[in-house]
């Protein structure tokens, strides 16, 4: 069951002539815009989601286009200045957190929000050769020698993954602001650090992470999720594992241009909603580890107001802002 998430807490294209036995009309195609590059978060959010809606029969054909530069902000010009009714750009979280810190200058108020689909739960995450068994084993680390532990993310000083980390040391009684972060472009580089050893440990989104974790290549030490996951039931809660108080969930979701018409808006909107009802999408959930949600138009907006409120006040204790 998907959660409908509202206020605070979260080339204009052909339509087929002919609508669906469910009363969905069929979407022609859609191009996927992912402001970073392959085996990110948001490459595996469109990608999945694409699949899901062509498998489905919801979308007759979906592209994808990776664009990497500017912590995501070289998309967002992009989609702004061709103004393409035929294209919807993944993004999630970070759009908030860059947009407050400057790091590019336009913000989500700058694009047309289609909707928010799914959440992903933070991680920390290390390889299954450290001697690091537990979230506790890493604190200690920390709190004997900050320097001698690098963590890194796949976002850029002060972003999504380096707040999670600083929130999730905080909350274990450390000082947050000595953390030794490394940033990455995107979660792609970012694992791949991990596994050669550059970094001794990770701060991640669990789909990026779940899959090497089920092959044994990294050991996820907790989940920012008020309780247990489904998926990765053996790993415990931040809160469990002595980070009391942390909680944290990354939205992913689509943009679209800022000129595109009432109706294809309405349509890309309409084939989202309907995709949680198909085995496509419940394969693709369930490959990620993903959290569903399903907030569109309005609610959307009203949403990234109150996130926005908070991250900021968030970023500001941790000294982000």
Known sequence: MKTILTGAAVALIALAGTAHADGHQKVADIH??????????WDGTARGTGEALTEAGL??????????????????A?????????????????????????VFPQSFRDLTPVAGTIGDYATLVVNTDSDVQSLSDLVAIYQDDPTALAIGGGSVQGGMDHLVAALVMKNAGTDPAQIKYIPYDTG??????????????????????????????????CLTSPERVDAVADVPTCAEAG????EFVNWR???AAPGIDADTLASYQAALEAMYDTDA??????????VEI??????FTTFLEGQEEQISTLMRELGFL
């Open 253 to 255: 979701g689509f943009f």
């Open 78 to 102: 992009h989609l702004i200045e061709t103004d393409d009714g035929g294209t919807m750009m993944v993004n999630s979280t970070p759009i908030v957190i860059r947009s407050l810190q400057g």
């Open 294 to 299: 399903f907030n569109s138009g309005e609610d």
């Open 32 to 41: 996927f815009l992912i402001p970073g590059g392959a085996g990110g978060g």
């Open 188 to 221: 792609g580089p970012a694992m791949a650090a991990l596994l050669s050893g550059e970094i001794q440990a990770l701060s991640t989104g669990l789909g990026e992470a779940i899959e090497l974790a089920r092959q044994g290549e990294v050991r996820i030490l």
């Open 281 to 290: 999408w419940a394969e693709v959930r369930d490959r990620n580890g993903w």
């Open 243 to 246: 980070s009391e108080g942390t």
């Open 59 to 76: 979308v007759g054909s979906a592209t994808y286009e990776n664009m990497s530069g500017g912590g995501g902000g070289k998309a967002i």
